[in-house]
């Protein structure tokens, strides 16, 4: 708890520090690394990041929205203290309505931390889609009044078909010398308004998105464990670049075990901030100039690419005739 508190008492400072200076390390890296994407053709399997680790995978007739969280309530003070949090109906329309979504296959959610899972009932319910995650998400999907029948748990190793998409649950790690705290899991039924650490992690996946045109590696949280993406393949990750402790170490479980030749970094940005503010990056926990230049040095070879907050673009070039 004391190290936690600390740890935020630091982010509060270095959030302060970075408004009153217009601190913005990385941001002219991250412009720079600006994804090229072809154009979109019929049928073409598109990605919108929506902050954080918030992404929407489809090709106009499947649809799968991972990890979304666009209430973002506002301050780190508010975090520390552990106050009450609930999803915002409201914001979650507007977001829903500027990305264009009006109905999903399926919610999928990597943990149950708020800044992963807070959203996810709500969109599930507005949307129509199934719900997939721990039994920590699903518990959050019943204390939203979810039914039975549009929930499914999934553990490392399941799979499940939406249409075009194949999604895949892998079982990771958290990223942080914590383990991701809070811990454990959400072991009722949990409604809203309900407290920060009541959001427990609930276990942590990495999840894969298989598409005729290729596949999408979903990494959210910078941990891993060591050999479990050995028996998968991924074309492109989005790789989550918050508490990476060793880069060279994570790169090679994840990236390399994957065969990746592409990365687009997620959780990068300061999710204490409404979506509508300018984007800026996590303070101290996230460097995204070191990450670029790191990623230069280690793997040249690698393509780093960047998006912009609620633009889709193609990841896959379209087939030859």
Do not use: C
């Amino acid at each position: 708890m004391a190290g936690r508190i600390a740890l935020g008492l630091l982010l509060l400072l270095a959030g302060v520090l970075a408004a009153a200076w217009g601190w913005r390390p990385g941001l002219d890296a991250y412009a720079e690394h600006a994804y090229r994407a072809p154009a979109a053709a019929p049928g073409a399997l598109t990605a919108t990041w929506l902050g954080n680790t918030a992404l929407l995978l489809t090709d106009g007739s499947s649809s799968v929205l991972i990890d979304p969280y666009f209430t973002r309530p506002p301050g780190l003070i508010r975090m520390l203290a552990n106050r009450e949090i609930a999803s915002n109906e409201a914001v979650v329309r507007d977001w829903l309505a500027r990305a264009r979504i009006e109905r999903l296959d399926a919610v999928l959610v990597s943990h149950s931390h708020f800044d992963h899972a807070l959203d996810a009932a709500t969109v599930a319910r507005l949307t129509g889609a199934r719900l997939l995650g721990s039994t920590s998400t699903l518990n959050l999907g019943r204390g939203a009044g979810l039914p039975e029948a549009q929930l499914r748990v999934m553990q490392g190793g399941d799979a499940a078909r939406f249409g075009t998409l194949r999604v895949t649950f892998i079982g990771s790690r958290h990223a942080g010398a914590t383990g991701g705290a809070p811990t454990g899991d959400i072991t009722s039924p949990l409604g809203s308004p309900a407290r920060y650490l009541d959001y427990r992690q609930g276990g942590t996946y990495s999840i894969l998105v298989e598409h005729a045109q290729g596949q999408v590696l979903h990494h959210g949280s910078a941990g891993f464990v060591p050999g479990a993406l050995k028996a998968y393949h991924a074309d492109v990750v989005f790789l989550g670049v918050a508490l990476v402790d060793d880069l060279p170490a994570y790169l090679t479980e994840v990236v390399d075990a994957a065969g990746a030749q592409r990365v687009i970094p997620v959780h990068w940005d300061d999710f204490t901030r409404p979506l509508e503010a300018p984007l800026r990056p996590l303070p101290v926990v996230v460097r995204l100039d070191r990450f670029f230049a790191d990623m230069q040095r280690l793997r040249p070879a690698i393509a780093v690419q960047t998006l912009e907050l609620n633009r889709p673009v193609a990841l896959f070039a379209p087939a030859t005739p």
